[in-house]
């Protein structure tokens, strides 16, 4: 079970900030589009910087079961 | 007593007191102290911000601020940094960001402060949502000085 | 109640609260809010101070806080600026200095910020002394990165 | 009678911080010399900036009776 992470604009699309994939190993790319597919109204991953237990990741990345991946759109801290 | 307060990189719900971040960069050999503070804003080209809300994932916005502060010490082994950041809902001039740099001279702590706070625009999960009399948004990328025209940080932003 | 508290160029002999020099700079427009703060640093050069004395001459100096603050006003017209400066007998770690700066956008409060220091360090009559364990002396010109051969502010620096 | 300011070193080496001049119309330089007549220890007068009526002025310019006239050592505020 992989745990994703969604943030702002991203967590108000979907309607909720976490969800749980059943997955042992999943890239970043993967995991988008896995995600695409269930809410489509998540075009806004496309713009969101992938992260893997709070380090910022890359697509190819993968993530393992008990792994965090969050996605972080464009940061407005400050 | 809240440990959160010897925090050198926090996020918080509360009130930020300024005196207190600074109270975490004192030192003997500290001449020099600058603080950046951020505040809510009203107007914005033209438009008027009725309030904000801050969102942030917070484990990871925490170790982005101590990252920071990590590249300070690379270039100022001297310098002292903490760094406070408010989440949750923020009135007009509230304190949504408090930075302190200590150095033992002037012009590393501006250095330093202006990093700073350049780089929590860049790599600091922290999220920001305007509401206006007509509408509300969560905001992007607010860099002042550079655009990511794919909205990610660089590559080397990520080093 | 002391008038002093309201005036936004200010020499004191009493210590310097950073909060009350920030809230004279408070402003619904202001984004961001930079405070410059110069404190008593025990090691320099290694020699150890054992504490400062600050001596002004009060009315000029508070003139020329004034007119630093009138030429930021002049590149800045939405800034508001406000500068304490402590004059007396001051220990390792105390406050002489806050100058706080609150402009609409960050870019301008570090300029603002900057600039005010080192104008301080050039026209405002202050002097220090500092005390050593086998020593004191009147401090000359503080300038980090300036120098007037003739110890002497230059035309345009008394413009 | 034209009323003369001394700080930091230079106070100390008169051994005091204001003294009266009797005089109605004095430059800068005439004031320098009275006083390094009767204070010859004030060499620091020669790097002061000269103020009168809290304004920094020149060497040539004049000072009038009931002016305050001072000499401002290199300063080292901040």
Chains 1, 4 share one sequence.
Do not use: C
């Amino acid at each position: 079970m992989i745990k994703i992470l969604l943030f702002a604009e991203l967590a108000e699309k979907a309607g909720k900030g976490e969800i749980e994939m059943d997955a042992n190993t999943k890239t970043i790319y993967e995991i988008k589009n896995s995600l695409l597919k269930v809410y489509p109204q998540l075009t806004g991953l496309q713009t969101a910087m992938p992260a893997i237990n709070e380090e910022y990741a890359e697509e190819q990345d993968e993530a393992k079961s008990g792994d965090t991946v969050a996605f972080i759109p464009p940061v407005s801290g400050g | 007593m809240d440990v959160s307060i010897n925090k050198h990189f926090l996020i918080t719900n509360e009130a930020v007191d300024i005196q207190e971040v600074v109270d975490k960069v004192s030192d003997r050999n500290a001449g020099a102290i600058n603080t950046f503070i951020g505040t809510v804003r009203e107007m914005t080209k033209g438009k008027k911000t009725l309030y904000l809300k801050y969102d942030a994932y917070i484990p990871m916005a925490e170790k982005k601020l101590e990252q920071i502060g990590d590249e300070i010490l690379k270039d100022f082994p001297e310098a002292k940094v903490a760094i406070t950041h408010r989440i949750g809902e923020l009135a007009i001039s509230d304190i949504a960001v408090v930075i302190a740099v200590s150095t033992p001279h002037r012009n590393d702590a501006f250095t330093a402060s202006r990093y700073a706070i350049e780089r929590i625009k860049e790599i600091v999960p922290i999220w920001k949502k305007e509401h206006w009399d007509d509408g509300e948004k969560w905001m992007g990328d607010q860099l002042e000085t550079k655009s990511y025209p794919s909205g990610k940080p660089s590559e080397e932003d990520l080093s």
